[in-house]
């Protein structure tokens, strides 16, 4: 499954962050990347005015069952996004 969080915004550019996640073995990892990486998938892109991020974290499966997404050194973990009246 792959998924966009809005939630979750990169930390170096502010668009969202793109993950995807198969496995269901707790302690699992997967790359997770900022939505303006150069390898995400783009219909709208326009060369001329394309922004590029090369932020890249990790999303790892806890003991829960919970997806927790991180910093690429696994030590800190991504705050969500909060944006006024949403939760």
Known sequence: MRDVEERYRCPAC???IIWAHNNSRRGSVSEIKCANNMTSSRVDWIPETA???DWKGVAVRRRNGQVELYYMNAQRR???FKTRGKE
Do not use: D, V
């Open 78 to 80: 991504l705050r969500p």
């Open 51 to 53: 922004y590029i991020c």
């Open 14 to 16: 502010g668009a969202a």
